[in-house]
């Protein structure tokens, strides 16, 4: 089998909410006990495969996704939806924990 595509799940630049997540304030051990990978964060469409790899590379949150082929439809198509070129991006879902007004934390504009 191919080596997975690894994504970058998570940045620092400004996300379609108009915030953004600090890299360094990202707590992943309770994902990592449990890394499974919903289809647009819906939950109830099921597990369509986990994440693996884990790992922070400056300012990004990169992961390889383990898509689920064997049982879920859906999990197949994405892979091969990702394997064609078609899906290029994905995101992490998260709980705020913290908000900061500080200046020196803000991007211009």
Do not use: C
Request: hydrophobic share 40%.
């Amino acid at each position: 089998m191919a080596k997975p595509k690894t994504f970058i799940v998570s940045d620092e630049n400004l996300n379609a909410y108009g915030f953004r997540v600090l890299t360094a304030g990202i707590k992943t051990e309770r994902f990592k006990r449990n890394p499974v990978m919903f289809y647009n964060h819906n939950r109830e469409l099921g597990v369509i495969g986990k994440w693996s790899n884990l790992n922070v590379n400056g300012t990004q949150l990169h992961s390889d996704p383990d898509f689920d082929v064997e049982d879920r439809a859906l999990g197949e198509k994405i892979a091969g939806k990702v394997a064609r070129g078609y899906v290029k991006a994905a995101s992490i879902g998260i709980s705020i924990l913290s908000v900061s007004t500080d200046p020196a934390l803000m991007l211009p504009g």
